[in-house]
């Protein structure tokens, strides 16, 4: 048996580099040359602009009625718990509570299929409240995560790790999490909501 021609995948034409020497001198790259930084001038940078709703820690916008927004998978959680989303809410905060959904969280549950119809049909209740998304793409976390920066006047509620730890980087923004099939929430200031177990 002969030996089999080894082939190349996705082989690319060389190129000749923009500083070479055979190229023309008004074709070449023209080396830059660093400007030495004067150390008596005046070294300006921008602080980044603090919320003027926050007291230190303390988030002045939070107050009932609480705007919740929730992920895809805390309502997939609270089905596997037996929880009932509204009611649960107010369960935990003793306070009224309005459950916002975004457009990407919709589009990931209508992307998971028939497995989780009665998520969606959930998240379809005229008592959830639909914000529209205005950006590019339905990855869910990054727009959560970008309204939470933009608008401090919610909490999040999500089961999702990796999401909690990104929102727990954001001062002022309470998490509400699944756990022993109750709702719990963490980082909210003591006078509100339920105590802690």
Do not use: W
């Not at 074709?27 to 008596?40: F, N, V």
């Not at 009611?87 to 309005?98: N, T, V």
């Not at 009665?118 to 590019?136: G, N, Q, T, W, Y």
């Amino acid at each position: 048996m002969g030996k089999q021609k080894k082939q190349k995948y996705a082989a690319m034409k060389r190129m000749i580099s923009l500083k070479d020497q055979r190229l023309k001198p008004k074709d070449r790259a023209k080396t830059e040359k660093k400007k030495k930084e004067d150390p008596s001038a005046i070294k300006e940078h921008e602080v980044p602009k603090y919320p003027s709703c926050m007291f230190f820690q303390y988030n002045t916008q939070l107050g009932p009625p609480y705007h919740i927004l929730v992920d895809t998978n805390f309502i997939n959680f609270s089905i596997k718990a037996k929880l009932d989303v509204v009611q649960s809410m107010m369960d935990c905060l003793y306070a009224k509570c309005i459950p916002h959904i975004t457009d990407c969280v919709m589009a990931e549950l209508e992307k998971l299929g028939m497995k989780y119809r009665v998520a969606l049909r959930i998240a379809k209740d005229p008592r959830f409240e639909r914000l529209p998304c205005s950006h590019k793409g339905t990855y869910a976390d990054d727009c959560l995560v970008q309204r939470v920066t933009q608008h401090k006047c919610y909490i999040v509620a999500t089961v999702d790790r990796e999401l909690k730890r990104r929102i727990r980087k954001i001062p002022g923004v309470p998490i509400m999490y699944i756990s022993n099939h109750r709702y719990n929430i963490e980082r909210m200031p003591d006078d509100y909501g339920a105590p802690r177990l």
